[in-house]
């Protein structure tokens, strides 16, 4: 149940101007045509939101660039003389002429021990297609792969590369093909595979290209940190008509930006909205491009990123588990409860859904923001698979299909939702001080340190580490304790908030970023400081063998990584409290 009690008047009136009939009108306009990367309708969708945006007087640039775009075509698969209705999907190589015949062997829902079973076969799986699980079939030498879907089947892209490949990592394209079918198909299927029949014709086209596609940005300028800006994003492209996926957000996106215009003067830092394609065909290839061509600035001006995807859905409940950072937690548990009255725990971060910007140390908070409740429904079991929290179960059986449409938006579930991104947004534009609790993220990392000491023991070193997140911690401590915006100056203010992003530029990337600030990890789950991961990997070497020594030695590069990181956050952790103390020279009294 909403409170609305420890919200501002300020926050009260900006709530009580989003309108649930106009982000329906939004998102009917946006999500009336398919939205491929690339396409004209796409474009049209575009337009459409600049056109909005240029009527509450905001400037926009509308730009384009060339991102390697995957569209899967027809598919097609054959079981005997019975002809299964099946899709492809995006990045996954099509067949050659005459398509792929080859024995099938059912191996259920994945796991490494059922390998063995794989090599020259094509493997028949349950669940949603997953570039991971692609990916291991092929190094066990499969030749193809089918995945049983559910009663729908669902639009996946199955490689891991993040946004557009280079000469390196498009060696790690997917190379065999795979198809997605549904329940009934899957039935029929599985009973061929158990009368020992087993053969199987599957045929796939997918056109992967490069491929001009748009990104548009559009400002709100500050009134006393303009340089600085939080960067609120989605994409624009879809699957299908992608009424949730992403219409509703961009909806949301809009009408944010409508009311929000209306403040300008109670705005300390800018606001940039960026709207992606890419997305769904291009593994995040917009935001990529843009951070790639943005690095700099978005390094030395990005105060935070919010992110936003597939929000209002019918019957989304569960507001708790929303993706946040340690450091971001507090502004979304403060509204979650205020707006949707539920204690918010919050998901930490897999490497998903456009966060393209942790290597220029960014901090991050939101993905999606409402998700469906874990249930019996038969029509969301495997969608839970893929999303499945404490409670929620992601945003629907619907995700990902041509089922995505107007129908599956509640009104007041959007509402809500545009309210909890609004008014977190406005908090960090307004506040005197960053709302950044870098605190909470050495927190995090000390016990994710503890976890691989106690898991490694004696063999990795460790000491350092942890003495060095000690001392972080008992200097951030006593810098909050002491940080009383009414009694800083604004200009000592502004000093603090550049300090504050300097650590963040240095805790981000370790306790996010597994290769190097410039490049981008790949589209999967990582551990927390994934660059010392490996650690679990050494715990099961024996001392003193060759793979020890080896995997031993990279640790230690990465050990020394990740000390330097901590030794330079310590010293800008130290600036804070020097700065902090200037307050009483500068202060101006009321």
């Not at 099946?86 to 050659?96: D, E, L, Y």
């Not at 020259?120 to 995945?147: M, N, Q, T």
Request: charged content about 25%; proline content about 3%; overall charge negative.
């Amino acid at each position: 149940m909403r409170t609305l009690e420890k919200l501002t008047l300020i926050e009260r009136e900006i709530i009580s101007q989003i309108d649930a009939n106009q982000l329906m009108e939004y998102n009917k306009e946006i999500a009336k045509e398919v939205r491929l990367s690339g396409s004209e309708e796409e474009l049209r969708a575009f337009k459409y939101v600049q056109k909005i945006l240029h009527s509450f007087g905001i400037e926009t640039v509308l730009s384009f660039h060339k991102a390697f775009i995957s569209l899967p075509g027809k598919a097609s698969l054959r079981v005997g003389d019975i002809d299964l209705p099946c899709i492809t999907h995006s990045m996954a190589p099509s067949t050659k002429e005459g398509g792929l015949i080859g024995e099938s062997v059912y191996i259920g829902e994945f796991s490494d021990e059922k390998l063995d079973h794989c090599c020259g076969k094509i493997s028949v799986l349950e669940g949603i297609a997953s570039p991971v699980v692609l990916r291991k079939l092929w190094e066990a030498g499969a030749i193809g792969a089918i995945f049983i879907n559910g009663p729908l089947t669902h639009e996946m892209i199955v490689s891991t590369v993040w946004g557009s490949p280079t000469a390196d990592t498009i060696t790690q394209m997917p190379k065999i093909p795979v198809i997605s079918v549904n329940d009934d198909s899957g039935e029929i299927l599985k009973k061929w595979i158990d009368e020992g029949k087993g053969q199987v014709e599957l045929h796939t086209e997918v056109e992967t290209k490069w491929t001009k596609i748009p990104t548009l940005i559009a400002d709100i300028k500050g009134k006393e940190e303009p340089e600085h800006f939080v960067l609120f994003s989605g994409h624009i492209d879809s699957w299908h008509y992608g009424a949730m996926d992403n219409g509703s957000a961009n909806a949301t996106m809009l009408e944010v930006a409508g009311v929000l215009s209306k403040y300008q003067e109670h705005l300390k830092r800018s606001i940039r909205f960026a709207f992606w394609s890419g997305h769904s065909h291009g593994r995040y290839a917009g935001s990529q491009n843009y951070c790639d061509h943005h690095w700099e600035e978005i390094h030395e001006n990005c105060v935070m990123h919010f992110y936003i995807d597939s929000v209002g859905g019918k019957g989304a409940t569960i507001l708790s588990e929303s993706n946040c950072m340690s450091e971001t937690k507090e502004i979304a548990a403060h509204y979650v409860k205020e707006i949707a009255g539920q204690d918010y725990i919050g998901s930490r971060y897999g490497k998903y859904a456009d966060q393209s910007f942790w290597g220029a140390g960014v901090p991050s908070l939101f993905m999606g923001m409402s998700e469906q409740p874990l249930s019996n429904d038969p029509l969301s079991q495997k969608v839970f698979q893929v999303f499945a929290g404490k409670e929620a179960g992601g945003f629907g059986w619907w995700w990902h299909t041509v089922e995505d449409t107007i129908d599956k938006i509640d009104p007041a579930n959007l509402k809500r939702d545009c309210e909890i991104y609004a008014l977190s947004i406005y908090k960090v534009l307004t506040e005197p001080i960053l709302p950044i609790n870098q605190l909470a993220a050495v927190r995090e990392m000390k016990d994710t340190i503890n976890e691989y000491e106690a898991t490694a023991g004696d063999k990795v070193d460790l000491v350092v580490t942890l003495e060095r997140l000690n001392e972080l911690e008992d200097v951030l401590l006593k810098a909050q304790s002491t940080l009383l915006p009414s009694e800083i100056s604004a200009v000592v203010q502004k000093e603090i908030n550049k300090i504050i992003m300097a650590i963040s530029r240095k805790l981000v990337p370790l306790n996010y970023v597994c290769t190097d600030i410039f490049e981008h990890d790949a589209a999967i789950g990582l551990l927390p400081i994934p660059a010392l991961s490996s650690i679990h990997r050494i715990a099961a070497l024996e001392k003193g063998t060759h793979d020890y020594y080896l995997l031993s030695t990279s640790i230690n590069r990465q050990i020394n990584k990740v000390n330097y990181l901590l030794k330079s956050a310590l010293k800008e952790a130290y600036n804070l409290l020097t700065v902090n103390e200037k307050r009483s020279e500068n202060y101006v009294g009321n």
